[in-house]
Nanobody, 116 residues
Framework: QVQLVESGGGLVQAGGSLRLSCAAS??????????MGWYRKAPGKQRDLVAR???????NYADSVAARFTISRNNAKNIVYLQMNNLTPEDTAVYYC????????WGQGTQVTVSS
């Protein structure tokens, strides 16, 4: 059973930064060979894809986070990161990682709370 494990969330003031990490447990799925994405779900809203990175390192971002968030991957460690800078209260959400074109069961996510 594949499990995606997100970490690195927390409480931060507006303008602050956080770096999220995502690792996969289990041998049936490898982050290394997949396009990976970071999603977020705010209270009362749907889960949205905010950043994705191909196996080769090409990145795409939602307009709301472009220029503030950076997705990256360490294929040797089989981990995907999301560096979030200049956070605003609107970024408050539970953040999840997954493979957009090869969806796995969702992990628990990691809570990001940005205070004003």
């Amino acid at each position: 059973q594949v499990q995606l494990v997100e970490s690195g969330g927390g409480l931060v003031q507006a303008g602050g930064s956080l770096r999220l990490s995502c690792a996969a447990s289990g041998s049936a799925f490898s982050i290394r060979g997949n396009t990976m994405g970071w999603y977020r779900k705010a209270p009362g809203k749907q889960r949205d894809l905010v950043a994705r990175i191909t196996a080769g390192g090409r990145t795409n971002y939602a307009d709301s986070v472009a220029a503030r968030f950076t997705i990256s991957r360490n294929n040797a460690k089989n981990i995907v990161y999301l560096q979030m800078n200049n956070l605003t209260p609107e970024d408050t959400a539970v953040y999840y990682c997954n493979a957009p074109f090869n969806l796995r069961p969702w992990g628990q996510g990691t809570q990001v709370t940005v205070s004003s």
